[in-house]
């Protein structure tokens, strides 16, 4: 009997996941063939790289070695041009054809540079691949004035590096506020006065009109407000699912690939998993693209399982985003900003704290909580927020305890049984396997 074709478009961490998976399950049973138009790499360690704190040999997850141990053919520096569903093909954009018994889809995104002009040339730089990494950590030194547009997650993961090498730093966002799509405005504003702080120069609600050669540096220009002279000028205005090269192939694509609660597509032997997958969004059940590190590994760990021959089904991803600043940390989770939720805000301006808490009866959907790294309510109180609006437990009595004492987390999440309900959760139903026990 013929061994089972999985091929795998995407070395990022969805791809490696479900290689992983389906060796925990098969023990090289099967044929699986990556297809990656990059070397397997981390991109949540690119920042450290960029800081100078890690090595570029560190970023990398899955060496020539380690693939070939898992029994995996790869085709390195390659990318999917097209897909015939119909015929099980997969072409490359060098004429390669692949044949599969199931395929999955795991491409990422790709960093969208604001649509002005001289947004493209040298000294204007996206910082999403390890490319473009490279092309920035040559030219930022102490004393260099850095220009961040963009003010969201993304920029955010970036700002302790800048920081640290010295650079002067100024953010520009075309929103009100900083990270609009993460936290509302007052814990905004509580960011921006940490951030000032620290040195860093912000202007919202500026919107870029065009970047011009000034001199051997950049000079940004806005439709109000002064110019700003930059050496070294980083887009972080969003990103796109890869998917250009599957017109065509009947796949049913919204925002990214649709797909149900195994992360099939609506071709039977199609999955997709990570930034270019629209599934199921944890709390609403409605489709949504959670283009975030946890969302990529838990689809990669189900496709993987279900392309294994398993029945998983996904109960859906759970949005969230965490990033520290400075010593601040920032984070949300869930229906953060659903504008029907009831809603409980609270602050603490003598320890930079501020909380807010959504509800839908009795259940908590979303939460923002902004402190100090070093607070003891910021450290224990971001994973009790975070299982609360995961467990999705109706909390009884202990809603109207959070809403006189949003600071005291802890006695709710003990007695709402929350850890009893997620400690026997995982993503694929069993204990886990160690990475050195596969294959």
């Known amino acids: 009997m013929m061994a089972k074709r999985h091929v795998i478009v995407g070395g990022g961490t969805a791809g490696l996941n479900a290689i992983r998976t389906i060796r925990e399950y098969d023990r090289g049973e099967s044929k699986i063939v990556l297809v990656s138009a990059e070397r397997p790499y981390s991109r949540m360690v690119l920042p450290y790289y960029l800081g100078r704190s890690i090595a570029e040999a560190h970023v990398f997850t899955a060496t020539p070695a380690r693939l070939a141990q898992l ?11 097209g897909l015939d569903t119909a015929a099980s093909k997969l072409t490359l ?20 540079k604001a649509p002005v002009p001289g947004a493209e040339s040298p000294g204007v730089h996206s ?11 040559g030219e930022i030194r102490a004393g260099s004035h850095v220009v961040l547009v963009g003010a969201g997650f993304i920029a955010f993961t970036l700002l302790n590096a800048l920081l640290a090498l010295k650079a002067t730093l100024t953010i520009v966002e075309i929103a009100p506020q900083i990270l609009p799509r993460m936290i509302d405005q007052p814990g905004a504003q509580l960011v921006e006065a940490w951030l000032r702080r620290h040195g860093v120069a912000i202007r919202t609600g500026a919107t870029l009109t065009a970047i011009e050669d000034a001199q051997g540096q950049k000079r ?3 439709r109000q407000g002064e110019d700003l002279l930059a050496d070294v000028v980083l887009m972080a205005t969003g990103i796109r699912p890869n998917l250009e090269w599957l017109q065509g192939s009947g796949l049913r694509v919204n ?13 039977g032997n199609v999955y997709a998993a990570g930034d270019v997958a629209e599934g199921l969004d944890l709390v609403t059940g409605e489709p949504a693209v959670h283009a975030i590190e946890p969302t990529a590994m838990e689809h990669g760990r189900v496709a993987g399982a279900n392309m294994a021959g398993r029945d998983l089904v996904y109960r859906g991803s759970l949005l969230m985003n965490i990033v520290g600043v400075c010593h601040l940390d920032i984070a949300s989770f869930g229906a953060w900003d659903d504008p029907t939720a009831e809603t409980w805000a609270a602050t603490r301006p003598d320890r930079w704290a501020y909380r807010k808490l959504l509800w839908k009866g009795e259940r908590l959907i979303g939460a923002m909580i902004l402190g100090r790294a070093n607070d003891i309510w910021t450290t224990n109180d971001v994973g009790m927020l975070k299982g609360l609006v995961q467990a999705g437990n109706g909390l009884g009595p202990w809603k109207a305890h959070l809403r006189r004492h949003p600071f005291d987390i802890k006695p ?6 929350t850890t009893a309900r997620l400690l026997p959760e995982t993503i694929l139903g069993r204990p886990s396997v160690p990475v050195g026990q596969v294959v």
């Open 412 to 417: 709710a999440f003990i007695a709402s049984g």
């Open 255 to 267: 925002r990214g690939i649709r797909v149900d609660d195994h992360l099939r597509s609506n071709v």
């Open 220 to 222: 940004l220009r806005f």
């Open 71 to 81: 029994q995996v053919q790869s085709h390195l520096g390659r990318r999917a041009a």
């Open 93 to 112: 954009d060098d004429g390669t054809v692949l044949e599969y018994d199931d395929l999955l889809i795991a491409t990422g995104s790709s960093a969208v």
């Open 127 to 137: 910082f999403w691949t390890l490319e473009q990494a490279r092309g920035v950590v």
